[in-house]
């Protein structure tokens, strides 16, 4: 089964989360790649390791991390790490290494379930070609996936089994409230 969250609003990685630990509680075996991701201070990354799920980012991270990590500094939404993540020649060797680890680990057979979130963005982009991902996905029929991120290609939707679309109606940052240590990272 091949699942989407997309959408403007929040809570696409959130919802991807949630699905794996409902798996993982179950006794299926769960693996999340971050593609363009790369900030070593979120929570997701401590809490799920702890629980052993392992999330693997393939993406430029913010020098700030390790000082937002322990509180220091918050992060200021300079988006220095977004425009890495946008530039082909510092992307696309992670892109190849996150494939090449990818399709490993599907030979593998390990895990029921593989989270590849913010995998919209190396699509639109031009980081990973549809094609390449689709083979991917379909040599594997007995792995659920979740694929996430903004933006998801329109032309993905007849091909996957559930599609979700998030919509922020109401959220503090609206209101100038700055992201929050333990909620938001």
């Known amino acids: 089964m091949i699942r989407v969250y997309t959408g403007d609003g929040k809570g696409k ?3 991807a989360l949630g699905t794996a630990l409902t798996a ?19 929570g997701e990354l401590y ?3 702890r629980l052993g799920i392992p999330i693997i980012q393939f993406g430029i991270g913010c020098k700030w991390s390790g000082m937002i990590r322990t509180g220091i500094r918050h992060c200021t939404g300079c988006g220095e790490c977004f425009r890495q993540n946008r ?5 696309l060797p992670l892109m190849d290494e996150g494939l090449s ?18 995998v919209s963005h190396a699509l639109n982009r031009g980081f990973l070609s549809h ?3 689709l083979s991917i996905l379909h040599s594997a029929p007995a792995i659920d996936w979740v694929l996430t991120g903004r933006n998801f290609p329109k032309e993905w939707l007849d091909g996957v089994d559930e599609w979700w679309e998030l919509k922020a109606l109401k959220h503090p940052f609206q209101e100038g409230i700055r992201s929050r240590r333990g909620i938001e990272y």
């Open 47 to 49: 809490g799920l390791n």
């Open 131 to 133: 094609e390449k991902l």
């Open 13 to 15: 990685t959130t919802s």
């Open 87 to 91: 530039d082909p020649e510092l992307v």
């Open 101 to 118: 680890f990818l399709q490993e680990q599907v030979r593998k057979e390990q895990y029921g379930l593989i989270v590849l979130d913010e």
């Open 24 to 42: 993982y509680s179950k006794g299926t075996e769960v693996l999340i790649l971050q593609f363009l991701k790369g900030s070593t201070y979120m």
